[in-house]
């Protein structure tokens, strides 16, 4: 069996990995994506024996919005956009990679990783997941790769888990022999995040990039989430997953994201706890004035929708497990309508001009109504970015027509994949 990245992929099992990956249909854009991203590689690094091929998908996050940060739980999926690498182990300890469409060099000397205020995102990322590697007991070393990403950046499918998911997943299989779990992947993209850029994330974007297809995760424990592979295949079953990039952009909402973790504690802490997930909703009730009072009221819409939320995506799960799928879609809705009432992360507080996500699902709920028929949603953590609507496929392409020739943004179909964050050359020699 070949091993080399483009004798890999053009390869009999190299072609029906693609098959598996991203569909038939796309084997040809695929074959020649990965085609070009090696012949990019081997003109910066050169060709080198121990070259292998990697990809981490984005992530969909179809309910649970805004709840693993507070135990709650989620379902969501990886999907078929990615980040991809053709990467090679390197005898020193420097990490050295180029981005498709980005002119810099990106070098990291892993004997110095501590946080450095001159990193740019990328860098201190990279840095960080170095040191979590570390810190969690498992070894890094040096390597060379080329990237490319067709993840929308910014935007709320995860383009940065899906990043740092690519990277953990290279030094995994390179110096690890590929024997970590998906949770501690997960972990050191999160502990990087946090301790290196400042981002108070959770765990969702970054399991839901690794794990592969459809998955309920509850973070009760986060130290221990319980995943549940959820078996439905949306598109088969005769409807689509399609995200409408809005246009709006994530990069300076730091501190919308964090208020919202941090105003839903500040509920549980007027009760005496740390955490939603240890309130109830009557708890709530019965000392709404004091919680109000300690809290604001916003915090207590936004608790309010995490403890409604958490029982939506049981309710979710189940309908998909039991084949009720317009039961489905109403929790999603449900979901969408919250979204936007109680957690209030539809547009950034007091902007009045630029909101672009509400004219994105003011536009969608009138197309859904006339039709009978689907869902939509605002998706990931909102604020700016995308939204996630779900129709028959048979109305994709009279939807995207209809919503570009007004926003004029990108908008794409996704699916969900069963391939999380893997080395496409393990995956060929296992199924070998």
């Given at each position: 069996m070949t091993t080399q990245p483009l004798n890999l992929i053009q390869s009999t099992e190299g072609q029906a990995l693609l098959a598996q990956m991203y569909g038939q249909s796309q084997v040809a854009e695929q074959t020649a994506r990965y085609t070009k991203l090696n012949a990019t590689f081997e003109e910066c690094f050169g060709a080198q024996e121990g070259s292998k091929l990697f990809s981490a998908s984005g992530r969909s996050e179809i309910g649970g919005n805004h709840t693993d940060h507070n135990h709650g739980k989620v379902l969501a999926g990886s999907i078929t956009l990615d980040t991809i690498a053709v990467a090679a182990p390197t005898a020193e300890s420097v990490i050295t990679f180029y981005s498709e469409g980005y002119d810099k060099k990106y070098v990291i000397d892993l004997t110095d990783l501590t946080p450095n205020t001159e990193d740019d995102g990328t860098t201190a990322l990279i840095r960080g997941m170095a040191a979590g590697f570390g810190e969690f007991g498992y070894k890094v070393g040096g390597f060379q790769a080329y990237l490319s990403s067709n993840v929308f950046?910014?935007?709320?499918?995860?383009?940065?888990?899906?990043?740092?998911?690519?990277?953990?997943?290279?030094?995994?299989?390179?110096?690890?022999?590929?024997?970590?779990?998906?949770?501690t992947l997960a972990k050191i993209g999160q502990y990087a995040e946090n301790h290196y850029w400042n981002k108070p994330s959770g765990l969702l974007d970054q399991m839901a990039c690794a794990y592969g297809g459809l998955i309920a995760i509850d973070f009760e424990n986060p130290a221990q989430p319980v995943i549940e592979p959820v078996q439905w295949d949306f598109q088969q079953n005769g409807y689509s997953l399609v995200i409408v990039n809005t246009g709006g952009n994530h990069a300076d909402l730091t501190e919308d994201y964090a208020a919202v973790p941090n105003e839903m504690r500040a509920v549980a802490q007027a009760l005496g706890n740390e955490y939603v997930r240890e309130i109830t909703a009557d708890a709530i009730y019965t000392n709404l004035k004091k919680v109000r009072e300690a809290a604001g009221d916003r915090a207590v819409l936004r608790a309010l929708h995490f403890l409604e939320e958490n029982n939506r995506v049981d309710g979710q799960v189940q309908a998909l497990r039991d084949g009720r799928f317009a039961d489905f879609l109403k929790l999603i809705t449900a979901s969408g309508n919250s979204s936007w009432k109680w957690l209030q992360n539809v547009y950034q507080s007091g902007a009045v001009k630029e909101q672009e996500i509400g004219i994105a699902l003011a536009l969608t709920e009138n197309y859904l109504q006339n039709l009978g028929d689907g869902a939509c949603r605002i998706h990931g953590g909102g604020f700016a970015g995308v939204i996630l609507t779900i129709l028959p496929n048979e109305k994709v392409e009279e939807y995207m027509s209809w919503m570009h020739d007004m926003l004029e943004t990108p908008i794409i179909v996704v699916n969900v994949r069963a391939q999380g964050a893997v080395c496409l050359n393990a995956l060929i020699a296992n199924a070998g």
């Open positions: 950046s910014a935007s709320g499918v995860s383009s940065s888990a899906s990043f740092e998911m690519l990277i953990c997943t290279i030094l995994n299989h390179f110096y690890n022999d590929g024997a970590m779990d998906v949770v």
